[in-house]
C-alpha cells in the first residue's frame, strides 16, 4: 500500500496461522509490517508454486484464498490454467 515502486515488489514473509480449508489465516512474521493493503497479491511457496491469493484481512490477521477455491472459480468461468509437473 505504501510502496510507491512497483517494478519490484515487496517480498513480505508470511506464516499460515489457521487453516480453513478454502482459506488460510496468515501473519506476518515482521511486526513492523500490517497485513492490509495487499488484497489480490499472489501468495508463493518457498518452491515458487502460487498456493493461493490473499483476499482480505480479519483483525490482525490476513486471509488468503487457497489454489482450491482459485481453481473452483476458474473452472467454473471456463478459464483455462496450467497445473506445473512435479
Known sequence: M??????????????CFENLGDYFYIKTLKTDTQPHGRSGSPV???????VGIVSGQEGKLGVIGSVRYLKQMLDEYGIKYEIPSH
Open 2 to 15: 505504501k510502496q510507491k515502486d512497483n517494478s519490484k515488489p515487496a517480498l513480505i514473509k508470511l506464516q
Open 44 to 50: 508463493i511457496d518457498k518452491n515458487g508454486y502460487l
